[in-house]
């Protein structure tokens, strides 16, 4: 599986982006979750957002309120609309995929495949 992230800019605080994260080829279509982390310089990479196969949803505190994290129909795009940008929101933002790969000893293995990352920057 391949992930492409994109939408990633410079942004004045307050201001809003989308990014996008299209997955292609094989095992796309055993994808199950999908998610957004973040690694701003210096920091660890951490989770903002995650969308399950059937639609849940859960978010980082930090980005409550201000970010959405959505899904296509076919399950193979997820996106994340930022609004209410802050400073603190500059990082690499990475998409993550879960693939379900089972086995007859571990039916519920799966593994997980990242984008390359896009940078996003939100001035002051």
């Known amino acids: 599986v391949q992930l492409v992230e994109s939408g990633g800019g410079l942004v004045q605080a307050g201001g809003s982006l989308r990014l996008s994260c299209i997955a292609s080829?094989?095992?796309?279509?055993?994808?199950?979750?999908m998610a957004w982390y973040r690694q701003a310089p210096g920091q660890p990479r951490e989770l903002v957002a995650a969308?399950?196969?059937?639609?849940?949803?859960r978010y980082a505190d930090s980005v409550k309120g201000r970010f959405t994290i959505l899904r296509d129909n076919a399950k193979t795009t997820v996106y994340l609309q930022m609004n209410s940008l802050r400073p603190e929101d500059t990082a690499v933002y990475y998409c993550?995929?879960?693939?379900?790969?089972?086995?007859?000893?571990?039916?519920?293995?799966?593994?997980?495949?990242w984008g390359q990352g896009t940078l996003v920057t939100v001035s002051s």
């Open positions: 080829g094989r095992g796309s279509e055993r994808i199950n979750d």
């Open positions: 993550k995929a879960r693939i379900a790969v089972p086995t007859i000893e571990q039916p519920g293995n799966a593994l997980d495949a």
């Open positions: 969308i399950t196969i059937q639609g849940s949803t």
